[in-house]
């Protein structure tokens, strides 16, 4: 038990720092416009990554599954409250690295995301829980179940923004110019 504890305390404590550190680095709080919305779906907007949920949010669930898949296979001995813990340093991590100006820049230049000024503090850490989210559902579902939502949240997140978690990585990589431009559309 005392294990347990620790970790979820070990996990809270990368959240609170994770905020902190995007604070250090000049991250909005929350949306500039002062609101926070629960959902924010319109896209080529600065106010994208700016409030609670978006059309990225489903790939930081995928984000869950990932890190609970590659942790099942290479550290099925660490305790599951251990695990989330190194879980959710990976997301932090990938939280922090997404919001440097490089990375920024990067996507304005590689991909579709020409409005992108990175997360506010409230949208990372709502990242953060989509990957919580992603974590339980693939420890809880059955396999078929949890490859079935991947593809389900890839095809309509594509369908829907003509992006997701594939392609970001993809063009976030090594973009591809006909990608570039169906993805304008």
Known sequence: MKRILISHWVTAGIVLATAVILLGMGRATICECGTIKLFYFQTGTSKGSQHLFDWYSPSH??????????????????????????????????????????????????????????????NSRADIAAMFLGFWLFKTLPVWASVLIIIIAEVVVIYAIRDGLALNVLMLLYPVEAVKVWQRG
């Open 61 to 122: 669930v995928l984000h869950g599954f990932i890190f609970y898949a590659a942790l099942w296979l290479f550290a099925r001995r660490v305790p599951m409250g251990w695990q989330l813990a190194i879980a959710t340093l990976v997301e932090a991590a990938w939280e922090i690295v997404d919001n440097t100006d490089a990375i920024i820049n990067r996507y304005r230049e590689a991909t579709i995301a020409l409005d992108y000024y990175g997360d506010s503090i409230v």
